[in-house]
Nanobody
Framework: VQLQASGGGLVQAGGSLRLSCAAS????????MGWFRQAPGKEREFVAA????????AYGDSVKGRFTISRDNAKITVYLQMNSLKPEDTAVYYC??????????????????WGQGTQVTVSS
């Protein structure tokens, strides 16, 4: 599975962005997917994850109520809609794929494949 993340950019606080993660490979539909982020000098942080069929979703506490993860298995793409963005959301965002797809996975150690990352910068 190869992953290509896109959609990052510069936005003012309170604004919105939608990230996309396009996957290759016919087995995409059985993988759980997740978004993580990493700010300079900080550890990689869990943002959101979704099960293989989209029925089960989890969010990190800092983004709950503002971000929405979704997936389109026909387009083999996972999305992260980010609303009400804050300066502290500034980071490189990474999408990952995990073979443990039945439930959303919060630990980056459980992910098998990663995209290259896309920069999100929120100005105050």
């Amino acid at each position: 599975v190869q992953l290509q993340a896109s959609g990052g950019g510069l936005v003012q606080a309170g604004g919105s962005l939608r990230l996309s993660c396009a996957a290759s490979g016919r087995t995409f539909r059985i993988y759980g997917m997740g978004w993580f982020r990493q700010a300079p000098g900080k550890e990689r942080e869990f943002v959101a994850a979704i099960s293989w069929n989209g029925d089960s979703i989890a969010y990190g506490d800092s983004v709950k109520g503002r971000f929405t993860i979704s997936r389109d298995n026909a387009k083999i793409t996972v999305y992260l809609q980010m609303n009400s963005l804050k300066p502290e959301d500034t980071a490189v965002y990474y999408c990952g794929a995990t073979q443990y797809g039945m439930k959303p996975r919060r630990s980056s150690d459980e992910y098998d494949y990663w995209g290259q990352g896309t920069q999100v910068t929120v100005s105050s």
